[in-house]
């Protein structure tokens, strides 16, 4: 992966989990880091981690909520590192419940994080790629977003919809040598699956013909592949990680 060798890539929710670990695999095959997370406390922890072991990367507060702190973000960015060459979409939540009993800010707070949050940051930072004529967005959705889970309508309307945004794009953006492509994570070990009982987590590995959770690292691996040249002539596409779970 040594075409990834100094790009300068922007991973939004990159403090924990899934992020971080995409942020760790990009800055192995030699990625410059632009790490974006709202809480301060944990992307400065995360930053001065990276930076110890010799990583080159920055830390930048945004919130994926707030339209004028993603635009105050990306200006912060490009002026740090002058531009972003690959982008990963992967700063979301969950706010679950059955479509009776959910309220409107719920639907609001995860559709404005997961969808319009990855369409702003976008916007923002895409002039820089056309310009440079390279470019690689990843957006991280779900498996839900493909076969949909009771419960999560919100977040399984947002990762549906993050899967139309990426195929609209890869078209617009194609003919500037910029590609667009989503992951669709299946059940994967993060803060927010551990929060599952024992029953709960026993069923969950019953619907995966691997029989296992997937890793942060499964993820990551995946962003590292759609990041580099050997997928230069992949666009539009989503590349489910989910051991088999669902099979299109």
């Given at each position: 992966m040594a075409?990834?060798?100094?790009?300068?890539?922007?991973?939004?929710?990159?403090?924990?989990?899934?992020?971080?670990?995409?942020?760790?695999?990009?800055?192995?095959?030699?990625?410059?880091?632009a790490l974006a997370d709202v809480n301060e406390a944990k992307l400065a922890e995360t930053v001065a981690e990276f930076t110890a072991a010799g990583v080159k990367a920055a830390a930048f507060v945004i919130n994926v909520s707030s339209e004028e702190s993603i635009?105050?973000?990306?200006?912060?960015?490009?002026?740090?590192?002058?531009?972003?060459?690959?982008?990963?979409?992967?700063?979301?939540?969950?706010?679950?419940?059955?479509?009776?009993?959910?309220k409107k800010l719920d639907w609001d707070l995860v559709i404005g994080i997961n969808l319009t949050g990855a369409f702003l940051i976008t916007q923002a930072l895409l002039p820089a790629m056309l310009k440079n004529r390279w470019g690689r967005i990843v957006n991280i959705a779900s498996v839900?977003?493909?076969?949909?889970?009771?419960?999560?309508?919100?977040y399984s309307a947002s990762k549906a919809g993050l899967l139309g945004f990426t195929k609209s794009l890869a078209r617009e953006v194609a003919s500037r040598g910029i590609t667009v492509n989503a992951i669709a994570p299946g059940y994967i070990e993060t803060p927010m699956t551990a929060v599952l009982t024992e029953q709960q987590n026993a069923a969950m590995l019953a619907t995966i013909p691997l029989a296992r959770r997937g890793t942060a690292q499964?993820?990551?691996?995946?962003?590292?592949?759609?990041a580099s040249e050997d997928a230069s002539y992949i666009t539009g596409h989503t590349l489910d990680v989910n051991g088999g779970m669902f099979m299109d």
């Open positions: 075409d990834i060798q100094g790009r300068v890539a922007l991973v939004t929710g990159a403090a924990q989990g899934i992020g971080r670990a995409i942020a760790q695999e990009l800055a192995a095959a030699g990625a410059v880091l635009e105050a973000g990306a200006k912060a960015v490009l002026a740090h590192y002058g531009k972003v060459e690959i982008l990963v979409n992967n700063a979301g939540i969950t706010r679950d419940n059955l479509v009776l009993r959910m839900v977003g493909r076969a949909g889970q009771a419960g999560q309508v919100n499964d993820v990551a691996k995946a962003v590292k592949f759609l």
